[in-house]
């Protein structure tokens, strides 16, 4: 029992002696090894693995303990071929056994429909990992349509390719759309996918969070986002994009996109909210022609607002609870009137959009992560 309540402690110092730089390019892997080897540690103890071993992690701890391997290993065992129905069934069922970064079924249905709004020929997702979030897009996707799909790790591509063939998706059929799945960082990869597609109708970014904005505005610099298009960036609120949010609401941004937050849980995880953001491109003209943009500071004008909020927060949280009385009965309303809606805006007003953007900020700034505010 004392060994698994160290076993967090553990874990941190594990992560701790990892190296920079590894941790930065290969976050994945470098988690799941050192996961795996404390598993390997406490075994050799003589604790065992234990239940825990095959508990879901924690979302707050952002653990992923297993690879890509093991989740094409549940695909290889429960799904069925060219059933990509049965397929989507086995990555859930692993995520739901280890946490693993799919983006799960509630937010798949939204992009789903979001998906059937916009009706997009082209499409283009940043961060494919194991495919899941291919394959939903792909199923409603008609014959004539493309969707493009980018990763940076290796590993994770080739599990990737591995589990939409038996989805049954990889290889184009007069129903299913073509499928071009790419090895390659996404700031690399935006040049050549200028040249080949010119632009896209719906794009679907879930990699490096630090990444959203930088990318974003080198479409957009170059074109490459069609007026009326969709931009739909996942993990807004946990762990959190707050420099891309504020680009997109304070920003350049507001200009050229119609922005909407959706909340929702982070995948596999209810207990822990979380958002997506939904963009539409206006037919404004981009005037930024940089094609290599490079991170922007939060907007003062955020950081005031956060600042504000969070001491109204204390203020509030301060203030003496009233002594408890009997609430007056609220007066009736006047014939042919309806009764006045309750106040929801929250504490000190916060919007869900300063929620969701302060809480990222906030996070980012304490927990060393660098998420949101990395410059790299």
């Not at 050192?34 to 879901?56: E, K």
């Not at 992009?111 to 194991?130: D, S």
């Amino acid at each position: 029992m004392a060994a698994r309540r160290a076993l967090p402690a553990l874990l941190l110092l594990l992560l701790q002696a990892a190296p920079r730089d590894a941790m930065r390019l290969d976050r994945r892997a470098a988690l799941s090894r050192a996961g795996w080897g404390l598993a390997g540690a406490l075994a050799g103890a003589g604790v065992g693995p234990g239940p825990w071993a095959s508990q879901p992690r924690p979302a707050s701890a952002m653990w992923q303990l297993w690879q890509p391997k093991d989740m094409l290993y549940y695909v290889e065992k429960y799904g069925k071929q060219d059933d990509a129905v049965s397929v989507l069934a086995a990555m859930d069922q692993a995520a739901e056994t280890s946490w693993m970064m799919n983006i799960g079924p509630e937010k798949g249905a939204i992009i789903e429909e979001l998906l059937r709004q916009r009706a997009p020929k082209k499409v283009l997702e940043l961060g494919t990992f194991c495919g899941y979030s291919t394959i939903r897009m792909a199923q409603l996707l008609p014959g004539d349509a493309t969707l493009v799909t980018i990763e940076k790790d290796e590993a994770t591509y080739n599990v990737a390719k591995e589990i939409v063939a038996k989805a049954g998706l990889l290889q184009k059929t007069e129903d299913t759309p073509e499928i071009d799945m790419r090895l390659i960082e996404s700031s690399k990869a935006i040049p050549d996918l200028q040249k080949k597609y010119r632009d896209f109708d719906f794009i679907l970014m879930d990699h490096w969070k630090d990444l959203y904005d930088v990318d974003m505005r080198s479409m957009d610099a170059r074109g490459m986002i069609s007026p009326g298009a969709y931009v739909v960036a996942d993990n807004v609120r946990f762990p959190g994009a707050p420099r891309y949010l504020d680009y997109l609401y304070n920003g350049y941004g507001a200009l050229l996109y119609q922005t909407r937050i959706i909340e929702v849980p982070f995948e596999y995880r209810p207990d822990q909210p979380d958002a997506i953001s939904v963009s539409i491109r206006t037919p404004q003209y981009s005037l930024d022609r940089d094609i290599k943009p490079k991170p922007q500071p939060i907007s003062d004008r955020m950081k005031s607002r956060c600042d504000e909020l969070a001491q109204a927060a204390e203020e509030e949280a301060a203030e003496p609870a009233p002594a408890s009385a009997p609430a007056p009965a609220p007066a009736p309303a006047a014939e042919g009137e309806e009764d006045a809606p309750p106040d929801t805006s929250g504490t000190a007003g916060m919007t869900v959009v300063d929620t969701v953007i302060c809480e990222a900020l906030e996070r980012s700034a304490n927990d060393g992560s660098g998420v949101a505010l990395s410059s790299q």
